[in-house]
């Protein structure tokens, strides 16, 4: 059974910073961070591919730094000089395989964390 437990969103005033946090159990290829805002389209944050290799959507290159933990497994997202713009439901999420092999920012994941919300104002 795949597991996914978020942690660590709230509200900030712009320029400021968040720390999300996902504790993963079970057995996955991959995963990364996604968001969400209503009525626009779900938007892969970072992730890591099968190689090891961080894709991060341009919007969060050089701001946003993922990171994974060892025990327990864990998907982490460091969000530095954060805008307006970056106000968004944030899943944690992971994929068996496939995408996993390429670019897995632009798939849909088969499991997901039940999401933390992230408002900057």
């Known amino acids: 059974h795949v597991q996914l437990v978020e942690s660590g969103g709230g509200s900030v005033q712009a320029g400021g910073s968040l720390r999300l946090s996902c504790t993963l159990s079970?057995?996955?290829?991959?995963g990364g961070w996604f968001r969400q805002v209503p009525g626009k389209e779900r938007e892969g944050v970072a992730a890591?591919?099968?190689?090891?290799?961080?894709l991060y959507t341009d919007a969060v290159k050089g701001r946003f730094t993922l990171s994974r933990g060892n025990a327990p497994p864990s998907l982490n997202l460091e969000m530095n000089n954060l805008t307006p713009e970056d106000s968004a439901m944030y899943c944690c999420a992971a994929y068996e395989f496939g995408p996993c092999d390429h670019n897995p920012l632009l798939g849909t994941p088969n499991y997901w964390g039940q999401g933390t919300q992230v408002t900057v104002s």
């Open positions: 079970g057995d996955t290829y991959c």
């Open positions: 890591f591919n099968s190689a090891g290799t961080i």
